[in-house]
């Protein structure tokens, strides 16, 4: 379990947030993921945490963890 508490993103960004993450677990899960749209899933949850200063920067570290698993 992850939690990044922000008061500086809206109720809306914080579902889409929990959809990519949501979205990124099942396109990464298979034998051979789609890491073209798995990429563009981390983009927009990457723009969508850096919106919250508060979580910026514990947030940076974690896509750019992720990203790296994916080859990008």
Not at 4 to 30: F, K, M, Y
Not at 37 to 44: E, I
Request: aromatic share 0%; glycine share 8%; proline share 4%.
């Amino acid at each position: 379990m992850l939690v990044l508490n922000s008061r500086d993103l809206s109720d809306a960004d914080r579902e889409e947030a929990a959809g990519a993450v949501h979205d990124l677990a099942r396109i990464t899960a298979g034998p051979e993921p789609d890491t073209a749209t798995a990429r563009t899933r981390l983009q927009r949850l990457r723009d969508l945490l850096t919106a919250g200063a508060d979580i910026a920067q514990p947030s940076l570290a974690i896509v750019t963890s992720v990203a790296g698993m994916l080859g990008g």
